[in-house]
């Protein structure tokens, strides 16, 4: 079955950096717009950053923007997310996901989702 399989998360400070990765496995990411969730400690899934399959863009929430950019190497089926400027308020589990039908900020537009990768940022 299709996998999504986050990594690189882990305990930092704030102001410090981290890149996640996501590898898929039997799902090519070559066409599919991908997108990187989030969900903080009591609260619902949000959007955190999206890359379009065709037309090289990305998409990012407004606490996000200039911090983080998401990017992808389609031969090696991964999307990333460099997150930069680290704060307390970004601590969440993260998610990668594939988008099936709808639009790239909705979560549940989405069809495959990995496990998720904490991430927790200390003050």
């Known amino acids: 079955q299709v996998q999504l399989v986050e990594s690189g998360g882990g305990l930092v400070q704030a102001g410090d950096s981290l890149s996640l990765s996501c590898v898929a496995s039997r799902h090519s990411i070559r066409t599919a717009t991908m997108g990187w969730f989030r969900q903080p400690p009591g609260k619902e899934r949000e959007f955190v950053a999206a890359?379009?399959?065709?037309?090289?863009?990305?998409w990012y929430s407004d606490s996000v923007k200039s911090r983080f950019t998401i990017s992808r190497d389609n031969a090696k089926n991964t999307i990333y997310l460099q997150m930069n400027n680290l704060k307390p308020e970004d601590t969440a589990i993260y998610f990668c996901?594939?988008?099936?039908?709808?639009?790239?900020?909705?979560?549940?537009?989405?069809?495959?989702w990995g496990q998720g990768t904490q991430v927790t940022v200390s003050s």
């Open positions: 890359s379009g399959w065709n037309s090289g863009r990305a």
């Open positions: 996901g594939s988008l099936r039908l709808g639009n790239y900020y909705d979560a549940s537009a989405y069809v495959y």
